[in-house]
Structures are given as C-alpha cells and as structure tokens.
C-alpha cells in the first residue's frame, strides 16, 4: 500500500511542478544578489542573505530560509490537503475502501507520501541552493572557507555542511505541523483545496497572532512559534533552546492532530 | 453470498435505510431496484463496508462487513455509483495501483488479470491514453474491468450500463450472462427495469429504505388469471363477453378466465376473428410501480 502511493505521488506530474517552483524563488533572489551584489544589511531581510556573498555555502540555509515562511507550507499543504480529499473528490476513495484496502493502512500510507514528499523538497531545495549558491557566490575560499556564522565565531566548511543538515531536518519536522493539520482537515472534507485552504488559514493566523502583543500568552504554544529557529543551528555554539521547544511542540500537534485523523477516517461513512 | 439482517443507517435525523433483510444466494443473479432516493445506493455502499450501519448486521461470503471485510472483499468486484480512475494515468496504470493497494491480487499475475480484465471489457486495445482523454462508455467499461480482475465470486454493480452505447449494453449484458452462468454471484443495483429483466432471476424492491418485495422475477411475473386479446371487431366481443370483461382499450381487451382455450373456442365459434390471445403477465414495471410509492427526488409527494 505504501509503494502504491509512493507510486502515485512520483507519477502525478503536479509533484514536480511543485517541487520545481519551490525552487525559482530561492535561485531568483541568489542571481539577483548576484548580478546585483546588493546584499540586505545584517539584521534585516531573510536570514543569512547579508553572509552569503561571501561565502555561497551559506546559501541552502539562506534558501530554507526563503521558502520556509510560504512556499513550503503551502506546497505541504496541497500536497497533504489532497491526500484523502483528493480521492474523495476523483471518486478513487470508494474503490480503495472497497478493495478493501483498509482505511489505517490507507492513512498511513498516505502519512508516509506526504513525509517522503516533505524530505523531497526540503532535500530538494537545499542541493539546488548548494550548487546555485557555490556556483554564484564561490566557497569562500579567500578567508580559508571559514563561513560566517549568524552570532559567535565562523564555521569550518564542515561544521556548516553539518549544520545545514540538521537544519534540514529541522525544517522537514516543522513542516510535519502543517502536513499533520492538512492531513485532518482532508480527511473532514472531500474538497482538497478547502483541506490545503484550511491548513494554511491555521499558519496565516498563527504567524499573525505571533506579531500580536496581546497573544503573549499563547506565543509560546502557536504551531509557527519556533520554525526559523533553525537559524540558532547556525550560531557558534549553537542556541538549542527554541530548536527543542519547536520540536516539542510540533511533536504534540502532529500526535494530537494525527490521533484525531485516524479516529475521524476510521469512523467515517464514504459518501463521495 | 449477501445477508443483511435488520439493515438500519440514519444520517442525522434522515433516515436512508430502515431495516433492510436482504438475501443472496450463491449463483444467484439478483436485481435490486428502487426510486431514486429510496436507499440502494447507501444499502450497497455497507455492502462494501464505505458507510457503516446505524443499526443491524451485514454479511458478504460469509464474514460480517465492516468487522472482516479485509478477509472477503478483495474476493469482490463493485461498481459504486459512478467509475472513478486517476485521470492523467492510463487504464494499465489505474487497475494496477487500484489491484496493488489491498490483498488477494498476486503481483506475478497482475498483467495477465488485467490484460483478461481489459479484453473481457473490450478495452484490450486502449493503449497508454490517460483516461481523461476517455469517453463516458470506456471510463464505464473501465470500471467494470476493475471489478472484474481479481476474478470475483460476487459482482456487486451500481448501474452496470450507464453511459453505454445499445452496442455497448448488449456486450455488457453478455458478458454478465457468461460470467453469472460461470458461476459469478450478480448483485446488480439499477432503476433500469428492462435491464434487470434481461440479466435478473431474482428481484428486491426497496421503499423509502424498506425491502417491501423479495421474490423470483418467474414469480411476480406470474400469469394474473387474464387473457389479453386483440380482434378487429371488439364490438362483438364486448358484446358476447358481457362480466368477463376487465378492461378495453381500442381493439385490445383484457378478459377474466380462468380457461383461455375455451374462450378462444368460444368466440371463434361465433365468427369473431382474433388475431392475438396470450396469458396476461404484469410487466416488470408494473410490479414495482405497485410497489412502490413516489420517487424521494420529489419532494413535496410526501
């Protein structure tokens, strides 16, 4: 079952669209930095973006970075958004139901497609940055590779390749949230675009109520919270205190939320 | 093959199914008609354990649905309403995905299931064509292979012929016959009487979600004790048949008798010509009519 929906993800063309598009946006700021070599001063615009022009293995965190807050949750969201509605709405779900082929398995399957898709972009992403970055920007070889780090001393070329990973992770995990949330919602509705809609409406009030000084009191619990502390995995030594509450965190929404998908979908009466 | 016993599922306040006994027989072929709205298509899709009962018990080949319907439904083909398929995949790409996402579909026989599903369907030249590009008949045929590639013991089939070319029906219809006459169980759920009346030995009408008639098609067509004639002087006859007369519409009248040879004699005798006389059988049609109330997609005849 697993394989049959891995299969699905890798054939649908959309996929890849998705996965080329969350591309464009990094390697367009990369050439435009480039051509332009008008690097944002530090402490302001995306992270990382005042380091990279001196050294371009900065550039895949600079690029998470990019796509972090929008592209990469929305495209979680589709994504994750169609995995049950989709089948809903096409009219597939009932044949799978009745094929039987089991609605955990199904559901698990369809859990372990968004995963693989959530890795793919990520490592995605991070391979296009590497090379548009070292190609654009060089490897910062006249001060020895060292890259500079966002607070504390540089990093060895190794340690940022290091760091970079783990920020992948890191990221992938958080994106798990907003899978998690679409997931739910696809199995509530048969339309995937109010399931991927749904999801983001959740990030979009959460990201705003992180601006809100009122909601002091729920910061520390919003799902969006502690997505860029990734950057902290690129301070010398690194800042682990937000990089584990954010996984704490997202952990229990995923758990929370995945708990209720499961009782939802295997309860549910298919009427598409 | 199907039992269902007090069969009961309530949306809310509205209720679909109100206790439904259904029986199907091995080798049976069974029709399963009813107005729209009246609760077949939610009474099949708990068949197939998609909606589950508010009340009552299903069994298919033996093992109570939803409870077990890993260990038996592989070993059943459906048809639920409409066919559905992933549009941008071709037909071998859509049966493949669909045989490999549960059990009981070996992967080593999976071309050649679906190679004999596709040829059975007459589909077998189709090619890669995603099936978007498919007309409404071969998305139905489409369907059908899918039910059929596991070779299944029961056919459960929503409207088996919808979107069908009169070709296209005769080659379904046929291929039903061999299939049932093969030993398939038919369950076939239609409001297409002339169709259930071609392909159906057995009949259950449902009612605003009640089976209020469960009997073999031989029996509710059984002779209703009239004689129906045509002659080309019905005035005469009217005249001479004087009680026996049920009813008269132009030169075609129904005539109560119980024996049909000594009326023929009779009025023969007296110079009458007849050019039809045959034993008087409800239609199909007739029965369910009398069956059933009012179609649940009007509303206000409630």
Redo the contacts between chains.
């Keep these: 079952m697993i394989g049959v929906e891995l299969r699905k993800l890798v054939r649908r063309p959309r996929t890849w669209v998705v996965i080329g598009l969350l591309n464009a946006l990094p390697t367009l700021v990369a050439v435009l930095l480039a051509v332009t070599d008008l690097a944002p001063r530090p402490g302001t615009g995306p992270a990382f973006l005042s380091a990279v022009l001196s050294n371009g293995v900065l550039f895949p965190a600079a690029a998470l970075a990019i796509v972090l807050p929008l592209f990469l949750p929305v495209s979680v969201a589709i994504v994750a958004g169609d995995a049950v509605a989709g089948e809903a709405q096409a009219g597939t779900l009932r044949y799978l139901i009745a094929r039987p082929a089991g609605r955990t398995r199904l559901l698990v399957a369809k859990l372990v497609a968004v995963l693989v898709f959530v890795a793919l972009a990520v490592v995605v992403v991070t391979v296009t940055a590497y090379f548009v970055g070292t190609a654009l920007f060089g490897t910062g070889s006249l001060d020895g590779g060292a890259v500079g780090a966002v607070s504390g001393v540089p990093l060895s070329p190794r340690q940022a390749v290091w760091r970079t990973v783990l920020a992948m992770a890191y990221v992938a995990f958080s994106m798990l949230g907003v899978a998690a949330v679409a997931l739910f919602l696809s199995t509530v509705t048969d339309s995937p675009l109010a399931a991927a809609m749904g999801a983001l409406a959740v990030l979009v009030a959460s990201s705003l109520l992180l601006t809100l000084e009122a909601a002091g009191a729920l910061q520390p619990y919003l799902p969006t919270r502690y997505w860029l502390a990734f950057v902290d995995l690129f301070r010398q030594p690194i800042l682990w205190r937000d990089l584990v509450r954010g996984i704490g965190l997202q952990a229990v929404y995923v758990a929370v939320l995945l708990a209720a998908t499961w009782a939802n979908f295997t309860t549910k009466d298919i009427t598409s | 093959m199907i039992r269902t016993r007090g069969l009961v599922k309530r ?1 809310g306040g509205v209720t679909a199914v109100a206790g439904i006994d259904l029986d199907v027989e091995s080798g049976d072929s069974y029709g399963f008609l009813g107005p729209n709205g009246s609760g077949k298509t939610t009474t099949v ?1 708990m068949l ?5 009962p508010t009340a009552g018990t299903v069994e298919v080949l033996g093992a109570p649905i939803p409870k077990r ?2 260990q038996v ?2 070993r ?1 083909g ?1 048809l ?10 071709g037909a071998r ?1 859509n049966l493949s ?2 045989d ?4 009981g579909g070996s992967r080593r026989t999976r071309r050649a299931r679906i190679d004999e599903a596709l040829e059975q369907v007459g589909l077998a030249e189709v090619g890669r064509r995603p099936v978007r590009a498919y007309s409404l008949g071969m998305r139905q045929r489409l369907g059908l292979a ?1 039910a059929l590639i596991r070779r299944p013991e029961l056919l459960i089939l929503d409207e088996p012929t919808n979107g069908l070319d009169p070709r296209g029906i005769q080659e379904i219809r046929a291929l039903l016959l061999a299939l049932n006459a093969a030993g398939t169980t038919l369950f076939l759920s239609s409001h297409l009487l002339a169709e259930v009346e071609q392909l159906c030995r057995r009949v259950g009408v449902v009612d605003r979600g009640r089976l209020v008639l469960q009997d073999t098609l031989a029996a509710l067509r059984a002779p209703t004790g009239a004689v129906v004639l045509r002659t080309p002087d019905p005035e005469w006859a009217v005249g001479l048949l004087d009680g026996e007369l049920a009813e008269r519409s132009g030169d075609r009248l129904v005539v109560r008798t119980d024996d049909p040879a000594a009326l023929n004699a009779r009025l023969v005798g007296q110079g009458i010509r007849i050019t039809e006389l045959a034993a008087q059988r409800r239609t199909l049609e007739e029965v369910v009519l009398d069956a059933t109330t009012t179609s649940a997609d009007r509303p206000e005849a409630s």
Excluded: I, Q
């Excluded at chain 2, 197939?48 to 589950?52: I, P, W």
């Excluded at chain 2, 639920?80 to 995949?89: C, D, I, K, R, T």
């Design positions: 949306y899709r197939l354990g998609l909606v589950l319907a890993r439904l592989h059943v459906a639920v309403e409409s066919p559905a398929a992933y549009g941008h995949l790409a995905l669909l490999a996402a549960g059990p899918a």
